[in-house]
């Protein structure tokens, strides 16, 4: 089980759930950021901290925003688990769909 950014963090990447990961597992890309599915210790204070209630715990998606998951999880295929978002920086392998969306991920 893990955390999820969902759609409504496209185009708007606060970091306010940067900012308050104790474990350094949410990593930027061009559009949003995304949580490391095997890094996360599911504290929950990123979700507390979005602004956009963009984060979920995986169990709690709702519906429409579920494919998020494996969307979360894929962006992680090239960088595999660096142990640390800081190490990385901002990457340009958003999915495809991410990558596809309108903007403001609407």
Same mark, same amino acid.
């Given at each position: 089980?893990?955390?999820?950014?969902?759609?409504?963090?496209?185009?708007?990447?606060?970091?306010?759930?940067?900012?308050?990961?104790?474990?350094?597992?949410?990593?930027? @890309?061009?559009?949003?950021?995304?949580?490391?599915?095997?890094?996360?210790?599911?504290?929950?204070?990123?979700?507390?901290?979005?602004?956009?209630?963009?984060?979920?715990?995986?169990?709690?998606?709702?519906?429409?925003?579920?494919?998020?998951?494996?969307?979360?999880?894929?962006?992680?295929?090239?960088? @595999?688990?660096?142990? @640390?978002?800081?190490?990385?920086?901002?990457?340009?392998?958003?999915?495809?769909?991410?990558?596809?969306?309108?903007?403001?991920?609407?």
């Amino acid at each position: 089980m893990t955390y999820v950014v969902t759609q409504s963090c496209v185009d708007i990447k606060d970091r306010s759930c940067v900012a308050q990961c104790p474990v350094d597992c949410i990593y930027e @890309g061009d559009r949003m950021m995304y949580i490391h599915p095997d890094e996360c210790i599911e504290c929950g204070a990123c979700e507390a901290a979005c602004p956009v209630s963009a984060i979920y715990y995986d169990a709690e998606l709702p519906p429409e925003r579920e494919n998020f998951l494996d969307l979360n999880a894929a962006f992680f295929t090239e960088i @595999g688990s660096p142990r @640390g978002a800081k190490k990385v920086g901002k990457s340009s392998n958003d999915p495809a769909f991410v990558s596809a969306l309108p903007p403001g991920g609407a």
